[in-house]
């Protein structure tokens, strides 16, 4: 009833959408029925995926929850900034990121570049836009990180909790274990 009441009437941007933590995050989200759910996500084919799944939702569920379809990544703040003045962003559910440990040991720049950049850069915006909540959906590899990938997910726990005396919006993390 809780999740009822915070999501009525709101407009949820989910980023990482296509992904099994942000897809999942959207079909969650869709059973309360919020007047708009704004999707981001980087790969095009998780894109069409996500948006064949959640169009069959729809048309079958009676639901009337509008849903936006953003191809981008967190880390290109244009693609933010244009969808945060597009669509009054309420709540804000952080999924994308690079999680594969073995892969951002060989690409590091690009485990930062998108988990911490990324996460700036839509924290930032959700702040600025005074979002009522921002979840960053975070790992337990942040825990006493001992790879790059865990580092960068602590580094961006940290910035987005720092936030949380600049204005109203409420920064959360939660950490799902083996992500």
């Known amino acids: 009833a809780a999740i009822q009441v915070e999501l009525n009437n709101k407009t949820v941007l989910v980023t990482g959408a296509g992904g099994s933590i942000g897809s999942e995050i959207c079909r969650q989200i869709l059973r309360y029925q919020p007047e708009k759910l704004v999707i981001v996500e980087l790969s095009e084919f998780a894109l069409y ?15 009337k929850t509008q849903v936006t379809y953003n191809l981008g990544s967190v880390a290109d703040e244009a693609v933010l900034y244009r969808i945060f003045n597009e669509h009054r962003i309420d709540i804000v559910y952080h999924a994308a990121a690079y999680k594969h440990v073995p892969i951002i040991e060989k690409a590091p720049y690009e485990g930062i570049f998108v988990n911490v950049m990324g996460t700036r850069i839509v924290a930032d915006l959700a702040l600025k836009h005074k979002a009522e909540k921002f979840v960053m959906v975070s790992t337990d590899k942040a825990v006493n990180p001992t790879n790059v990938m865990g580092a960068t997910k602590r580094v961006a726990e940290l910035y987005t909790q720092s936030l949380n005396e600049f204005g109203k919006t409420k920064f959360i993390a939660t950490r799902f274990g083996n992500v």
């Open 49 to 63: 995926t996500i948006e064949q799944e959640i169009s069959e939702l729809l048309s079958t569920g009676g639901l």
